[in-house]
């Protein structure tokens, strides 16, 4: 049975690396800062211990005020997962960095939330539309969206 | 912090995608009208033929008792059409139970399933594909209107009829296969109808 870390836990070493990176962690995840996540993600795949090395999904959710992605990481090795998430404020070019060069399974993913939210994944390799086609106005699963 | 890649990518030319996305957009706009059936405005001259009707009746039973579908089944229909297709309901028994895997060999389109604007351009070059005479079912809530997507999707075609001429609807969500064998049959019906040769030209020669 895979283990579901505590995020207030995982928040306390990365707080330890990087000061001044969290936004808030609870017993079942965390919500790191858009312009950290880059740092925190590698820390997270990379440390002994923690080796998250298999990314199971990202997705995203509309809050009207701002979006939220959401990145579900597993362990192979110590079966053990946590949930990552992050905000975005800006509606109109949300941008966020990618983690297609971490965990490459992100790549059609990131497209998806690309081409039904409209969040730009900074560092994509290929960063287009996966479902509509290329010329389709708007983002589908935006609340504003009608 | 730059992450580099971890492999090569091969990715299509984002050119393409837009070409692509410029013919689902024209499709798109030049389909806002239902085609409407056939039998009204196919060539007249054919159907002014009185005289030779033994031939029209060969060919048209030679036509409606061999149906062969062409593999176009994008949603849940499929199931019961492959149900139809199955020794319970054996569609056999009417002459058509091959499926061609080509649209050159086959006669009749079943449009079994939710079509989708992104997938339309293909679903009209397998009818444009497909060798006269044809004919096309419209199975099911999502070929005849849309079906629950109907009025609110952004990405499902209201009915197969805004890209291609439709001759039999079968309605259900889906139909069960009795349905589509009715259907079938009325289609054969429609065939049976059908006047094939000009008289008045070859009575010129």
Known sequence: ?146 | MEIKPAGKYIYPDIELDREEGQIIEDLKTNSQESISDPDQWLDEELEQNILLTSVDALINWSRRSSLWTAICFPACCAFEMIAANGPRFDLARFGMEILRASPRQADLMITAGTLTWKMAPNVRRIYNQMAEPKWVIAMGACAISGGIFASASYAVVPGYNRIIPVDVYVPGCPPRPEALIYGIQMLQKKIARRKNIDVRRLLKR
Request: proline residues 3%; hydrophobic residues 40%; charged residues 25%.
């Open chain 1, 1 to 146: 049975m895979t283990v579901s870390l505590s995020g207030k836990e995982v928040a306390l070493k990365i707080e330890g690396e990087f000061p001044g990176s969290l936004v808030e962690s609870s017993q079942e995840n965390l919500v790191v800062k858009s312009d950290h996540l880059l740092d925190a993600a590698r820390f997270l795949k990379e440390t002994d211990g923690l080796d998250f090395d298999y990314l199971n999904f990202v997705t995203a959710v509309d809050y009207y005020d701002h979006f939220e992605v959401s990145y579900m990481l597993s362990s192979l090795e110590h079966n053990h997962c946590l949930t990552v998430k992050t905000r975005c404020y800006d509606r109109e070019n949300p941008v966020l960095p990618s983690v297609v060069g971490l965990w490459q399974g992100a790549d059609f993913q990131e497209r998806e939330i690309y081409d039904l939210f409209g969040i730009t994944f900074e560092g994509h390799p290929n960063l287009k539309r996966i479902f509509l086609w290329a010329g389709f106005e708007g983002h589908p699963l935006r609340k504003d969206f009608i």
